[in-house]
C-alpha cells in the first residue's frame, strides 16, 4: 500500500529565517506531488505541483519554492519566511492519471 | 477559476438525523467532484467521487448527488453519528494534471 510522510509536524521560525518542509510517498512511482497551503478559518490553496523530477509548476507567485530531486520526495522551501507564510501545509499524491488525491498528515507553521 | 461555495455557518444536527451539505460552483461543470472529510489539525482524506454523468453515488451512510444544470452538489450524512463530526470539503478538478480546487468546507457538529 501508498503511504505519505511529511514532516516537520510543526514548526516555530523567526521572521526571515529559512524554511524546509519535506514529503515523501512510498509504495508508488511517478506520483504527481502538490503541496497546498491553508490559512486559518480559510479553504485549501495549491502553491505547487509537480508531474516528474525536476518538473515544477507553480500556482501563486510567493515567497516559497518547491522541489523534486527525487521521484518520491518534494521539498517546500524559503529563504526568507515572512509572517503571511504562517498556515497549515499540505502535502498530496496521486497516482498519475487517477482523480483522487491523498493528503498527508501536514506542517503547521508559526513564523514569529 | 472557479468559484466554489459551501455553507460556511456550522451545520449542528442531533445523532440519527440526516446533515445535508451544499457545495455550489460558478464556471464550468467539471468532470468529475470529490467530498474529502477533514478533521482539526489533520490533512483531508477522500470520501467519495461522483462524475457528471452521475446522478447519484453511495457509500455506506453517504449519498452524493451532483446536478451540472444547478452547478451543484449535495452531500448527505444518514443517520448521523458524533463520530461524523468534522469540516466536509467539496473539491473540483481543475484540469488535466489532477489539480484540485477547494471550497472552504462546512463543519458538521452531531450532538448525541
Known amino acids: 500500500s501508498q503511504t505519505i510522510h511529511q514532516w516537520p509536524a510543526t514548526l516555530v521560525q523567526p521572521v526571515g529565517s529559512p524554511l524546509s518542509l519535506e514529503c515523501t510517498v512510498e509504495g508508488t512511482s511517478n506520483p504527481n506531488l502538490y503541496w497546498y497551503r491553508q490559512a486559518a478559518g480559510r479553504g485549501l490553496q495549491l502553491l505547487f505541483y509537480s508531474v516528474g523530477i525536476g518538473q515544477i509548476s507553480s500556482e501563486v507567485p510567493q515567497n516559497l519554492s518547491a522541489s523534486r530531486p527525487q521521484d518520491r520526495q518534494f521539498i517546500l522551501s524559503s529563504k526568507k519566511l515572512l509572517l503571511s507564510d504562517s498556515g497549515f501545509y499540505l502535502c498530496?499524491?496521486?497516482?498519475?492519471?487517477?482523480?483522487?488525491?491523498?493528503f498527508g498528515e501536514g506542517s503547521w507553521l508559526t513564523v514569529v | 477559476s472557479q468559484k466554489i461555495e459551501q455553507n460556511s455557518e456550522a451545520l449542528n444536527i442531533q445523532e440519527g438525523k440526516t446533515a445535508t451539505l451544499t457545495c455550489n460552483y460558478t464556471?464550468?461543470?467539471?468532470?468529475?467532484l470529490q467530498w474529502y472529510r477533514q478533521d482539526p489539525g489533520r490533512g483531508p482524506v477522500f470520501l467519495l467521487l461522483?462524475?457528471?454523468?452521475?446522478k447519484e453515488k453511495r457509500k455506506e451512510r453517504l449519498k452524493v448527488t451532483f446536478d451540472t444544470t444547478l452547478k451543484q452538489s449535495l452531500f448527505h450524512i444518514t443517520a448521523s453519528q458524533p463520530a461524523d463530526s468534522a469540516t466536509y470539503l467539496c473539491?473540483?478538478?481543475?484540469?488535466?494534471?489532477?489539480?484540485?480546487?477547494f471550497g472552504a468546507g462546512t463543519q458538521v457538529v452531531v450532538t448525541p
Open positions: 464556471n464550468y461543470s467539471p468532470a468529475y
Open positions: 461522483i462524475r457528471e454523468n452521475e
Open positions: 473539491a473540483l478538478v481543475m484540469d488535466s494534471w489532477g489539480k484540485l480546487q
Open positions: 498530496a499524491w496521486r497516482f498519475e492519471f487517477r482523480n483522487t488525491i491523498y
